[in-house]
């Protein structure tokens, strides 16, 4: 069965950085897009970020575009979002999810989160 792992949070000041990874099992990892979701009781769900079934694009939510990178490596079934200039903002449980196509949009599994608390 499916199975996305997540792993990184933590707590880190305004400016910090923080690397989240996410290994996935269960399925082809290589077919599929691979995105980042985060959750907030304020905000709900919000899209953070998204690759292709093979790394080669990528796409993010505007207010971290510049600071955020996601990355893959199909190799070992692992995707990262390195999240740099952290802002308070920022702060939410993080999942990663498995795209339906080889492209970034629907997701259809989710893992249960890493939480990233950024506070002074």
């Known amino acids: 069965q499916v199975q996305l792992r997540e792993s990184g949070g933590g707590w880190t000041q305004p400016g910090g950085s923080l690397r989240l990874s996410c290994a996935a099992s269960g399925f082809t990892f290589s077919r599929y897009a691979m995105s980042w979701v985060r959750q907030t009781p304020g905000k709900g769900l919000e899209w953070v970020s998204g690759?292709?079934?093979?790394?080669?694009?990528?796409h993010y939510l505007s207010s971290v575009k510049g600071r955020f990178t996601i990355s893959r490596d199909n190799a070992k079934n692992m995707v990262y979002l390195q999240m740099n200039n952290l802002r308070p903002e920022d702060s939410a449980l993080y999942h990663c999810?498995?795209?339906?196509?080889?492209?970034?949009?629907?997701?259809?599994?989710w893992g249960q989160g890493t939480q990233v608390t950024v506070s002074s």
């Open positions: 999810a498995k795209g339906v196509y080889s492209v970034p949009g629907e997701t259809d599994y």
């Open positions: 690759i292709y079934a093979d790394g080669s694009d990528t």
